[in-house]
């Protein structure tokens, strides 16, 4: 028995840094990624999938976001089980109870909305553990699992949050309890467990039953999420009384969040800024993330604005990591001294570099109008 495990689909998602246009073409590169889980079941002979919780990015949907999601899954092909997670709790505002979601549900489409057993077919089970709001109060796939019997049923459970061992916090009652978990693995009630919450592919523990399977589309940066983009493949042998399971990832998403240090103290180390961004395939899906330290004349500083202006244009997204950014910009000796201008003007110019080279105030303002004034020059506007 086969079926494709997913979770953190979070249709819906905004991202403020992104460029114009790049953001509708995120949110449609997130349907996509769904509706290409049907060649993923086909492929693999996947009987259903699983989405172990966060399917939407929140309750509050326009109706165009509503109706392509299920457009989407219905695309699949197979049935599709959501569990509502922690972003899309099954509360009062619940987009599963929505009129339109009610009315557009495709047929191949089951919302996991009670806790407990749902029978697949017969000897096969989805054991759910749906959020009902925000802040459970309790370990909510401790209470699914317990007193499940070892009755050679395969079960597979499906939940959302954070596992016990992956928190400090080991005080907080929604908090998935592993052990609790595993005790019914080894006793021979449950044979997977899916979760979701975690947007990074994760086995947890040792029983290589228990997965994070990561959004299937990359959300955030790589030093958050180093391993998203891909769906689990899961196969239990029913032949077998034991019910191995194995776990095959298969990438699927497109879409890459990167930060990239680069120290810059000079103009060759500018120019290798340059080579590296313009090396990196598929800009417009590609956000990157800078961080950047070092030293810059106001010459080399304007010719490192000029190099990030230009690929902000080609990329998704370029921004400056502000938090782990640090560059000092010191006028050099006759820097400006070649720039065709004398009387008040040159003077005004002297006036800035002397600004420029304090520890005033306005030195900050002053190195970003002598960077200007180098750019306006370099371009003959000057």
């Not at 339109?100 to 749902?118: I, S, W």
């Not at 769906?231 to 930060?259: K, M």
């Not at 800078?290 to 080399?300: K, N, P, R």
């Amino acid at each position: 028995m086969r079926f494709v495990h997913t979770a953190d689909w979070q249709l819906g998602m905004t991202r403020y840094f992104l460029n114009g246009e790049a953001q509708p073409r995120y949110s449609a590169a997130r349907r996509e990624v769904v509706a290409g889980l049907r060649t993923v079941a086909q492929e693999c002979g996947a009987e259903f999938v699983v989405v172990a919780g966060d399917v939407f990015e929140h309750n509050q949907l326009t109706p165009r976001v509503v109706s392509q999601s299920l457009e989407a899954m219905r695309g699949i092909g197979v049935p599709v089980y959501l569990l509502p997670g922690n972003h899309d709790p099954l509360d009062a505002s619940s987009v599963y109870t929505s009129a339109l979601f009610t009315a557009e549900c495709p047929d191949n489409v089951t919302v996991l909305d009670r806790p407990g057993v749902h029978q697949v077919r017969q000897g096969l089970e989805i054991v759910a553990a749906p959020w009902t709001s925000k802040a459970p109060t309790t370990d909510l796939v401790a209470e699914v699992i317990d007193g499940l019997p070892a009755d050679g049923t395969t079960r597979v459970v499906v939940g959302h949050g954070a596992v016990d061992i992956f928190v400090p916090d080991k005080d907080r009652p929604s908090l998935i309890q592993l052990a609790t978990v595993e005790e019914a693995i080894a006793r021979g009630a449950v044979h997977y467990v899916a979760l979701g919450d975690k947007h990074s592919r994760m086995q947890v523990g040792a029983t290589g039953r228990i997965w994070y399977s990561g959004s299937p589309e990359v959300t955030n940066y790589d030093d958050i999420e180093p391993d998203p983009g891909h769906v689990l493949v899961v196969d239990i042998d029913e032949a077998d009384q034991s019910r191995p399971a194995t776990v095959e990832p298969r990438s699927v998403g497109r879409w890459r969040f990167l930060t990239l240090h680069h120290a810059v103290d000079s103009s060759r180390d500018i120019a290798d800024l340059d080579i590296n961004l313009d090396l990196m395939s598929d800009k417009e899906r590609t956000v990157v993330r800078l961080a950047l330290t070092g030293s810059l004349t106001v010459t080399d500083k304007a010719a490192l604005d000029a190099c990030l202006d230009k690929y902000a244009r080609l990329f998704a997204a370029l921004r400056l990591w502000e938090r782990q950014s640090e560059i000092a910009v010191i006028p050099a000796d006759g820097e400006f001294d070649d720039l065709g201008i004398g009387g008040f003007a040159a003077a005004a110019v002297d006036e800035l570099v002397a600004a420029a080279r304090s520890d005033g105030e306005d030195a900050d303002d002053a190195r970003a109008a002598l960077s200007l004034l180098l750019r306006l020059v370099d371009r003959g506007i000057a």
